[in-house]
Structures are given as C-alpha cells and as structure tokens.
C-alpha cells in the first residue's frame, strides 16, 4: 500500500500523513509538498519521526508528481487554500495550483489506477445567494430565523443542492472547476475518487493567518498577544462558521474508503455542523477565558468581496450515509488547540503572533 498525500506538510495534509500511518503502519506514506505555505516546514520533523517519507514537488509540475511514482491512494491536499487569493493581484498561483496542480494529481490517479481523494471547499457555494439569507442578529451572532427554510437552507445549514449559480470566489472557482474534471474523470475513466467539501478545519498545527486558518490565529493572538480585527458585515464579529476539526475529517475519511463504491459518488458536505458553529465575537470570549487575556479587537465594516456572513454545513447526507458525526466539540478544538500553541511555544510564537 502506498499513499499519497499531497499538500502534506500542510496543516491537512500533515495530520492526514500521519493518522494514516498510524492506522497503516505497514504502507508508505509520502507527504509531497513545495513548503510555499509559511510554516509547513515545521510539520517535517513530526512527519519524519513517525516514519512519513517527505519529497519536495510542486503540484505544478506533472514530472515532480511522476517522481513521486505509483500509488494506490491520492489524497490531494496541496493548495493555496484562502479565499482571498488572486484579489488585488495576479491569480496564477492559485489557478495553477488549485486548478492545474490538482489536475496533474487527478492524471497520476488515473495513470497508477489509485483512489482519488479530493478536499473541495463550501465555498463552492456562490456569495449573493448567501448574503441575500435572512439573517438577524441574535446575541452576539448572525442567526437564521427560527424555523427558516429554502431551497438547499435550513436551521441544519447549506446542503449540497444549494444552487450554484453565481459568482463564489477565485478560490471557489477553482475547487468546482475542479469537481467537474473529477466527475469527467469518474465518467470517461472509472476512476475511484471522493469529494468532500469541507467548511472551515482546524486544530493543531494549523498556522493561522489573517485570511486562512481563524481559529488557531485567534488563539494565538490571544495567547502570545498581537493584534487581531473583526473584518466586514459592520466590523461587529458577528459573522458564524462551523468547524470540524481534523481529527474528525481524518476519521470520516478512512470510513469512506471502507465504503468507497458508494462515497466515490457526488459530493459529501463535510462540517462540524450547527452544534460546532461560533461568530468571531464568541471565540473571542471562549479565548479570553482561556488564555487570561482580553483583547482591544479592532473594528473594520468594509467587507471583501469574497467573504460571506454565515455558513454553517448541512453534513447530514455524509452523517447518515457513513454513521460518523463530529466526535470532537468546539470546546475540544479549542482546548487541542491551546494545548499546542502552550507546548510548542517556543517554535510558533515567532510565526504566529
Ligand atoms: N483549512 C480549511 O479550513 C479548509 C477548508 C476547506 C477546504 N480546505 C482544503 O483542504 C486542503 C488543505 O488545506 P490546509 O488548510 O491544510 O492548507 P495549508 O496551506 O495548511 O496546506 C496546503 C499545503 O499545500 C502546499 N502547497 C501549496 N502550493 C503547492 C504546490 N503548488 N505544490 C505542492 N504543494 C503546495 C503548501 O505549502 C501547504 O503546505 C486544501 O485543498 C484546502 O483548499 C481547507
């Protein structure tokens, strides 16, 4: 058994490497990984003490993924993963990456006949429908109303038949784009391949910044001190997500590869659900308390163009279809998550304050 991860120093891709090899330990798994994201780099000594061969490749580049040679599973976590990506600027890196890279990966799937795993987003789900849902502020949150509901929407969050018509994002784009080629893939080749849109991961080793990975960004102001901002929908830090944490992502996943004929079918929402939905102003709190530390946050009304005001995942088609749920609370996440910022201070403070 040989698996491929590639993004694998990545935050995903690195717990992914190493709780398969935990689970497996007699396959090989290689992470590959170019390090453009700052911070992976710190994930090559737990990779490499567990015994998870790390290659530097680009994704960009099919001849770096050919030498990487065969394998029975692909798991495609390699990506410039913020939403942010390409405004303001030249969007080649992500298009390549996201786009190109990740079908160079689908070719080596189909070449080596491997498994296919994809890590697609919920933000393949366009923006002006999501802004145009009715919101109102409860507490200190968006909420829907009770007992709201339309097409693809409700209390449970967005579903997987939420029309897709309209613009979501240069990110957003990239991952549908790149749905459709393994649905085309699945289609002209057979080939075995899983897509799971996530909404927002966390946990430990995620090397939060300001436009990707909020939750150990948060915790880390909090605990080593910075600055941190609530940015757009009036600056108030209402704006909700929900969040699963890697640990549980790793765990649906090696169930799906149990059931692979059927989770190598359409799409899956993959989230931490309402019970794991929190705004910016509650995490707030939850990381006051635990670090002993408040905060001035700084208030910024203006909204980016790519940013959305609430997404909780309606996961119960992947929930029923594989009986797995989210096994880890918030409260957990966030605990893990402290944990780790505490125990390698030294290492992460640098980066992430
Ligand atoms: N973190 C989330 O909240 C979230 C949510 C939904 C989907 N996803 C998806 O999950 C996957 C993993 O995301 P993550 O949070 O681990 O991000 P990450 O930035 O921590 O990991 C991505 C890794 O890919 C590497 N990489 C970037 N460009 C590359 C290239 N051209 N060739 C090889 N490696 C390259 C980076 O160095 C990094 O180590 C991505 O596909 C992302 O879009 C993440």
């Known amino acids: 058994m040989r698996i491929l991860v590639t993004g694998g120093a990545g935050f995903v891709g690195s717990n992914l490497s190493l709780a ?9 798994v290689i992470a590959a990984d170019n390090l453009k994201r700052r911070g992976s780099e710190l994930n090559l000594l737990r990779l490499r003490e567990a015994g998870v061969r790390f290659e530097h490749a680009d994704i960009r580049d099919p001849s770096d993924i050919a030498a990487l040679g065969p394998m029975d599973l692909l798991i495609e976590c390699s990506a410039e993963p913020s939403v942010q990506a390409g405004y303001g600027g030249n969007p080649a890196y ?8 990740t079908l160079n990966c689908l070719e080596a799937a189909r070449t080596h006949d491997a ?16 802004r145009a849902l009715p919101l109102e502020t409860k507490c200190n949150r968006l909420a829907l109303p009770t007992g709201a509901a339309g097409p693809g929407w409700s209390e449970y969050g967005i579903a997987e038949d939420f029309d897709l018509t309209g613009h979501r994002s240069l990110y957003g784009t990239t991952k549908l784009s790149s749905e459709h080629f393994i649905e085309e893939y699945r289609a002209a080749f057979g080939l075995k391949a899983i897509i799971n849109r996530c909404g927002v991961l966390a946990g430990p080793w995620q090397m939060g910044k300001v436009d990707q990975g909020f939750m150990s960004l948060w915790a880390a102001r909090h605990l080593y001190g910075g600055t941190l901002s609530y940015n757009g929908f009036g600056g108030h830090g209402h704006q909700v997500r929900d969040v699963l944490h890697v640990d549980d992502l790793y765990d649906l996943i090696a169930l799906q590869l149990t059931k692979a004929e059927e ?25 006051s308390t635990r670090s002993g530390r408040s905060l001035g946050i700084a208030c910024n009304p203006e909204t980016n163009p790519a940013d959305i005001p609430w997404f909780v995942t309606d996961s119960r088609k992947v929930s029923r279809t594989f009986d797995w749920r989210p096994k880890r609370t918030l409260d957990d996440l966030l605990d893990n998550i402290f944990e780790w910022l505490e125990v390698q201070r030294a290492t992460l403070e640098p980066l992430l304050r």
């Open 20 to 28: 398969f090899k935990r689970d497996n330990p007699g396959a090989e």
């Open 115 to 130: 498994t296919f795993v994809f890590l697609s987003t919920s933000r393949v789900y366009p923006i002006d429908p999501l």
């Open 263 to 287: 989770a190598t079918t359409g799409v899956w929402n993959t989230g931490g659900g309402a019970n794991n939905a929190t705004s910016l102003k509650e995490l707030t709190d939850a990381c």
């Open 94 to 101: 992500l298009i390549d990456t996201n786009l190109r890279g």
